[in-house]
């Protein structure tokens, strides 16, 4: 769909920080073994490649196994080689789930050529800080419909008594998303100077200690500080029209305010954070539903979408097609962002899950936004959602 939108980045965000496209950041294909491109101990903005707008911040780091006494684990690869990838950083909207996360990427080249991708997918993951130790399970552990798995075909020159050849092998890599509470970027953010330690577990059962340099945690505080509640504080609050007034005799129930308050409530004042957002839609056993909705500070929103696959065929829409338009069928600027567990495709008995983002609206507090969610799918199951 075709957006307008205002440039605008706040100055406690936009610093001197270097950048990355959010398409570089796309990562669900892969990326080149060691991630070369990759600004390595540094505070990262993350922007939208066309608007140059601020989406998030990461720090990256990565840690190499050798697989010879002389190779270089982030040069030329080699077998018995592995190299760990890690993204520590805040999301504020894109692609990812708004918050706090840390992404791995294992890429892994085994002697023999040969790996089992469903185990090499990390499912959990210790930090140990101090005498704490944080433990996170995967966003979406395991292999799922957004690839989490990859392998990739490479020349390996060799030496055997004394004569060079070369001969094709496999290199691997998987990745996972593992999210951050607010309470445990505080304890991220206090880690004192120096390597930390993580502990990746996969699926088949196995581990491995993965350090991370003390450049990365001592750059923390500046990824995490763009918003250390990890979006928490504002999706906890309820909005409020009326303060709560506490009772003088706790037996007494609380006393409404006085007509003559010298700071009148306005009913119609816009909320922020999580509000009521209820809309259905059903065709051919294909249900489209928004199911609550977060209001920012400066009044634009999202909703969760749901796509419900009741049928016994497959139903499959493009998510970048899907458009919002008001009552007299024009286009609000909006997107619809599918989470890193699903996709555009709901296979039969299954559900796809997502986010709608209105980007050219305010949040009406009526409740009632007069707006329509398009989905062309496949066949003649089309949607106009009305929230």
């Known amino acids: 769909m075709s957006t307008t939108m205002a440039l605008s980045i706040p100055s ?48 990256p780091d990565r840690h190499g196994t050798q697989g010879g006494i002389l190779s270089d684990p982030f040069g030329i690869i080699l077998p018995g080689t592995a190299v760990f990838i890690s993204l ?21 080249a085994p002697r023999n050529g040969s790996a089992d991708l469903n185990a090499l997918v990390p499912k959990s993951l210790e930090i140990r800080i101090g005498n704490r130790i944080i433990e996170i399970e995967a966003f979406s552990s395991g292999v799922t419909k957004t690839r989490r798995a990859f392998n990739y075909e490479y020349t390996v020159t060799d030496y055997e008594t004394n004569r060079k050849y070369r001969y094709q092998s496999i290199w691997y890599m998987t990745r996972n998303v593992f ?51 990890c979006g928490e504080s504002a999706v906890s609050e309820e909005p409020q029209t009326t303060p709560k007034v506490a009772a003088a005799n706790p037996a007494e129930p609380p006393k409404p305010p006085s007509n ?62 899907a458009k919002v338009v008001d009552a007299q069928g024009k286009t609000v ?33 009526s409740g009632r936004q007069n707006l329509f969610l398009v989905i062309q799918g496949n066949g003649d199951r089309n949607f106009r959602l009305p929230f």
């Open 12 to 59: 406690a965000i936009a610093q001197n920080y270097p950048t990355m496209n959010d398409d570089d950041l796309d990562l669900r294909r892969g990326v080149a073994w060691a991630a070369g491109s990759f600004p390595y101990n540094q505070v990262v903005n993350v922007v939208d490649s066309l608007t140059d707008k601020v989406l998030g911040r990461i720090v």
């Open 88 to 108: 520590w950083g805040v999301t504020l909207t894109g692609d990812r789930p708004p918050g706090c996360y840390v992404e791995y990427f294992v890429q892994v």
């Open 179 to 229: 999210r951050l509470t607010s309470s445990d970027v505080r304890i991220l953010t206090s880690a004192p100077e120096g390597e930390v330690r993580t502990r990746l577990k996969f699926s088949d059962d196995s581990r491995i200690i993965v350090p991370i340099g003390g450049g990365t945690v001592e750059k923390w505080k500046e990824a995490y500080k763009l918003d250390p509640t």
């Open 260 to 321: 003559d308050s010298t700071t009148p409530q306005n009913p119609n004042a816009r909320p922020q954070g999580k509000v009521a957002l209820a809309a259905r839609q059903s065709v051919d056993s294909v249900t489209a539903r928004l199911d609550g909705a977060y209001v920012t500070s400066s009044g634009t929103y999202e909703a969760k979408l749901l796509i419900e696959n009741k049928s016994d065929r497959a139903f499959t829409f493009v998510p970048i097609f």
């Open 333 to 365: 600027p909006a997107r619809v962002i599918i989470d890193p567990d699903s996709s555009g495709t709901t296979e039969p008995k299954e559900t796809t899950r997502g986010r709608l983002v209105i980007l050219g609206r305010k949040w009406n507090p």
